[in-house]
């Protein structure tokens, strides 16, 4: 066998063995992003802000409502002798006629602020799935790069052994053998540094997807999901990515809130009805006969009217908050500008990281290759005194740090096809295919934007 394919089998051993032996019951890492959509923390309590941010829209409608109150007074009176018991019960109702176009445009920008919750939503969706894929990748090139530090420590061990087999029967040295412990004490604190950075990684992985990892698959980029090129992925990244579409939204709320601040200057009519039984009982002396007695009286009364109020002069409050929202309305419109750049400048990174991770997968698989052979070549040098144990170590260090290059790439090379999805707004559950059952906003907006009354949630609290 020559050197070359000696190289090639090492590096594709080498490879091999880091991943380990995977069983029926591996993790795939669309798997592992099934999990974290479904039991992320931050993610669920994304959810449940939107849901909270649902019910400011039934709270707006509550304006086109009437209101209804129960009234009851009592009161007992003692005068010179007289004794008088009252007693009234009443229903009142108040309704709204006009408000100067506030409730309409409050229920507007409720709305306004829902759609914008919603698409937040989305952005830490995607977020959510970025982070756990990049998690899965970590724990994978973690373990893999321990893995190929650990085989650095075993084949220094017999370096280790043949200097000093080769110091005794005298065709070595003493500074061949401290050379060889030298870099075996060191790939035994790289070893034990790799282990450290894959219990972190786990701890990541754990955090974001909810259960500690265990054999792991290996992943491919989607390279088929990805756009064609970085011109066609600016496009798609400003027509739906969730931040920019967010940040539209908040500028449709924020104009809302201007016309409902106006609103305040404008002639406020209100209708009232009410309905009410009264009682009153008298003990005293009768004015008539002189006598004690006691005197009853029932009766019932309704009323019905209206009230209208023009504002003349409101201290300056209301002018403040007109202007005061214009000023919010001009910050949200700003806020879009900002939104856009970082998407852009989202995308151009991921780009970039993508066709990096590309080339250097390749350059660092033709480098295990090369070192690889020069490992060899070296080794057999140094059998027949034409090299010393120090270039082997060197030639040792240069493949090892090849191939831990390589699981890096590689590792990079996943991440930033992810990273392109999340930058253009496409990496989520459906487009990946991920085996759960939709999280749907709308169902609960749906089920308590016209709701009248009711304290229970709609999933029964």
Same mark, same amino acid.
């Given at each position: 066998?020559?050197?070359?394919?000696?190289?090639?089998?090492?590096?594709?051993?080498?490879?091999?063995?880091?991943?380990?032996?995977?069983? +029926?019951? $591996?993790?795939?890492?669309?798997? @592992?992003?099934?999990? &974290?959509? %479904?039991? =992320?923390? *931050? #993610?669920?309590? /994304?959810?449940?802000?939107?849901?909270?941010?649902?019910?400011?829209?039934?709270?707006?409608?509550?304006?086109?409502?009437?209101?209804?109150?129960?009234?009851?007074?009592?009161?007992?009176? +003692?005068? $010179?002798?007289?004794?008088?018991? @009252?007693?009234?019960? &009443?229903? %009142?109702? =108040?309704? *709204? #006629?006009?408000? /100067?176009?506030?409730?309409?445009?409050?229920?507007?920008?409720?709305?306004?602020?829902?759609?914008?919750?919603?698409?937040?939503?989305?952005?830490?969706?995607?977020?959510?799935?970025?982070?756990?894929?990049?998690?899965?990748?970590?724990?994978?090139?973690?373990?893999?790069?321990?893995?190929?530090?650990?085989?650095?420590?075993?084949?220094?061990?017999?370096?280790?052994?043949?200097?000093?087999?080769?110091?005794?029967?005298?065709?070595?040295?003493?500074?061949?053998?401290?050379?060889?412990?030298?870099?075996?004490?060191?790939?035994?604190?790289?070893?034990?540094?790799?282990?450290?950075?894959?219990?972190?990684?786990?701890?990541?992985?754990?955090?974001?997807?909810?259960?500690?990892?265990?054999?792991?698959?290996?992943?491919?980029?989607?390279?088929?999901?990805?756009?064609?090129?970085?011109?066609?992925?600016?496009?798609?990244?400003?027509?739906?990515?969730?931040?920019?579409?967010?940040?539209?939204?908040?500028?449709?709320?924020?104009?809302?809130?201007?016309?409902?601040?106006?609103?305040?200057?404008?002639?406020?009519?209100?209708?009232?009805?009410?309905?009410?039984?009264?009682?009153?009982?008298?003990?005293?002396?009768?004015?008539?006969?002189?006598?004690?007695?006691?005197?009853?009286?029932?009766?019932?009364?309704?009323?019905?009217?209206?009230?209208?109020?023009?504002?003349?002069?409101?201290?300056?409050?209301?002018?403040?908050?007109?202007?005061?929202?214009?000023?919010?309305?001009?910050?949200?419109?700003?806020?879009?500008?900002?939104?856009?750049?970082?998407?852009?400048?989202?995308?151009?990174?991921?780009?970039?990281?993508?066709?990096?991770?590309?080339?250097?997968?390749?350059?660092?698989?033709?480098?295990?290759?090369?070192?690889?052979?020069?490992?060899?070549?070296?080794?057999?040098?140094?059998?027949?005194?034409?090299?010393?144990?120090?270039?082997?170590?060197?030639?040792?260090?240069?493949?090892?740090?090849?191939?831990?290059?390589?699981?890096?790439?590689?590792?990079?090379?996943?991440?930033?096809?992810?990273?392109?999805?999340?930058?253009?707004?496409?990496?989520?559950?459906?487009?990946?295919?991920?085996?759960?059952?939709?999280?749907?906003?709308?169902?609960?907006?749906?089920?308590?934007?016209?709701?009248?009354?009711?304290?229970?949630?709609?999933?029964?609290?």
């Amino acid at each position: 066998m020559s050197f070359v394919r000696k190289g090639i089998f090492a590096a594709v051993f080498l490879s091999a063995t880091a991943l380990s032996t995977f069983s +029926s019951s $591996a993790e795939s890492i669309l798997g @592992a992003l099934a999990k &974290a959509y %479904q039991n =992320n923390s *931050t #993610l669920n309590s /994304g959810r449940a802000g939107v849901r909270v941010t649902d019910e400011s829209v039934a709270i707006a409608k509550s304006g086109y409502r009437p209101v209804v109150n129960g009234i009851g007074n009592f009161s007992y009176t +003692s005068t $010179a002798g007289t004794r008088i018991t @009252a007693a009234s019960f &009443a229903v %009142q109702l =108040n309704q *709204t #006629l006009f408000d /100067g176009f506030q409730t309409y445009h409050n229920v507007q920008g409720a709305k306004s602020q829902v759609y914008a919750a919603t698409e937040n939503l989305r952005n830490t969706e995607m977020n959510t799935l970025f982070s756990a894929a990049q998690a899965y990748m970590n724990v994978i090139s973690n373990r893999q790069i321990a893995k190929l530090t650990e085989e650095n420590l075993k084949f220094l061990d017999e370096q280790v052994r043949a200097s000093r087999s080769r110091l005794e029967v005298g065709e070595g040295t003493r500074t061949d053998v401290a050379q060889s412990e030298s870099a075996r004490s060191g790939a035994i604190a790289q070893l034990a540094a790799a282990r450290a950075q894959v219990a972190s990684a786990e701890a990541i992985y754990r955090q974001i997807i909810g259960e500690q990892p265990g054999n792991l698959n290996a992943a491919s980029p989607l390279a088929k999901m990805l756009p064609k090129s970085l011109d066609q992925a600016y496009a798609m990244a400003a027509a739906r990515h969730p931040a920019i579409l967010a940040s539209q939204h908040l500028v449709d709320a924020a104009g809302f809130g201007v016309k409902s601040a106006e609103g305040q200057l404008l002639p406020q009519l209100s209708g009232s009805a009410s309905v009410s039984r009264n009682y009153q009982e008298s003990h005293g002396i009768s004015q008539v006969t002189g006598l004690p007695g006691v005197s009853t009286e029932t009766y019932n009364t309704a009323q019905i009217g209206a009230t209208l109020t023009v504002p003349i002069y409101e201290g300056g409050r209301v002018s403040a908050q007109v202007r005061q929202n214009k000023e919010s309305l001009g910050q949200a419109r700003i806020q879009v500008d900002v939104a856009r750049d970082q998407v852009r400048s989202a995308v151009a990174s991921a780009w970039a990281a993508y066709n990096s991770a590309q080339e250097g997968v390749v350059a660092n698989r033709t480098a295990i290759s090369a070192a690889q052979l020069a490992l060899n070549g070296v080794i057999e040098e140094r059998n027949v005194g034409q090299r010393t144990t120090l270039d082997v170590l060197t030639s040792q260090s240069d493949v090892i740090t090849a191939q831990i290059n390589l699981a890096n790439s590689e590792n990079q090379l996943v991440v930033a096809s992810y990273g392109i999805l999340q930058a253009t707004g496409q990496l989520y559950a459906t487009r990946l295919g991920l085996q759960v059952v939709e999280y749907r906003p709308e169902e609960h907006y749906n089920a308590v934007k016209d709701k009248w009354y009711g304290l229970r949630t709609p999933d029964g609290r």
